[in-house]
């Protein structure tokens, strides 16, 4: 990794690609070139047939100006730095502080690389990026760039070991607002390779870890529990809050529910039963249903607790 400090002083770490990958990000950059090189100088040589030589001569050296020289200039130009090689191998151009290069720094890599590339078939790059500490062709330094690798693979992040049953809930009222993101992650990659540890250096790690933290939360461990077991119960404390909290926004974001509050549950409507009129049939005799009586002002079918669904049987 190499630390480059930004205009913001802010130390960025980045991994410089070194000479393998390069060296294919070029090859495949030159056999595109070359391929569309050679067409297009097929193509000028049929249609400038009919002029003389020095008008040929002068198309010529034109068209290698602009298809080896302007075309991969242009291209970083509008891609910031990414060309088709860079692009297929993870590589990338950038400045000496991290940033986007500009025209002006694609123009000098890019007439550096005639001389170190083109005509000296990349033996003075290949030199130039074996002596460097960043693997960096002249170009790079006579423009101030640096091509670093964007596909990095990223480490496994461990979970934090859970603390002991019996230490859960046991800091729930221990104030945390104190405490700095930076005693967090030390803590955190405390507990996640402690188990890494000589026993007697992480004794000694956990226990300064512990005293700081209980210089910034003021609550001590409880009496006979270890250092290790007291980080991991506060560390499982701070993540169930922000666990609380994450869930909480997420509530208050929905509507018509109150941040804090929990939902009340949906009911499903109840649907009356349709009782149907039984059909007569020809074998079998109907027994008819003595008539229901409504009283006045009562719906008929409220009163026999049949609702009237509008539905007419079949005679």
């Known amino acids: 990794m190499s630390d480059l400090v930004t205009g913001d002083a802010v130390v960025l770490g980045l991994q410089p690609a070194r000479l393998p990958s390069r060296a294919l990000a070029v090859l495949i950059d030159l056999v595109v070139v070359w391929a569309a090189y050679l067409l297009i100088t097929l193509g000028l040589a049929v249609a ?8 040929m001569m002068a198309v010529s050296v034109a068209s290698f100006l602009l298809v080896l020289v302007g075309a991969p200039i242009a291209v970083e130009t509008l891609t910031h730095g990414r060309s088709l090689g860079k692009l297929a191998v993870g590589l990338r151009v950038v400045r000496d502080d991290g940033g986007p290069i500009r025209f002006r720094h694609a123009l000098v890599r890019g007439a550096m ?30 423009a101030g760039t640096l091509v670093v690798r964007e596909r990095v693979p990223t480490a496994r992040v461990a979970a934090v070991p859970p603390p002991p049953p019996w230490l859960v809930g046991r800091f729930a009222g221990v104030d945390l607002s104190a405490v700095p993101e930076t005693l967090w992650l030390e803590i955190r990659q405390y507990l996640t390779r402690s188990r890494e540890l000589d026993p007697a250096v992480g004794r000694r790690l956990a226990e300064r870890l512990a005293d700081e933290l209980v210089s910034r939360t003021g609550t001590p461990p ?12 506060v560390v499982a404390e701070r993540q169930a809050r922000d666990a609380r909290r994450a869930f ?38 109907s027994v008819a249903s003595p008539p229901v009586v409504a009283s006045p002002g009562v719906d008929p079918g409220v009163e026999s607790g049949v609702r009237p669904t509008g539905f007419a049987p079949p005679a």
């Not at 690389?113 to 006579?142: K, N, P, Y």
């Not at 006979?224 to 119960?233: K, Q």
């Not at 804090?260 to 059909?279: E, I, L, M, R, T």
């Open 48 to 55: 400038t047939a009919s002029l003389d030589e020095a008008a």
């Open 113 to 142: 690389g005639v001389v170190e590339i083109l005509m000296t078939f990349g033996v003075v790059a290949c030199i130039a990026s074996l002596v460097s500490e960043r693997g960096r062709r002249l170009g790079d330094v006579f």
């Open 248 to 285: 909480a926004s997420a509530a208050a974001g929905l509507p018509g529910v109150v941040a804090g509050s929990v939902p009340p549950p949906v009911v499903a409507p109840v649907v009356a039963p349709v009782v149907a009129s039984p059909v007569a049939s020809p074998s079998v005799p």
């Open 222 to 233: 409880p009496a006979g529990v270890p250092a290790e077991a007291y980080l991991a119960g």
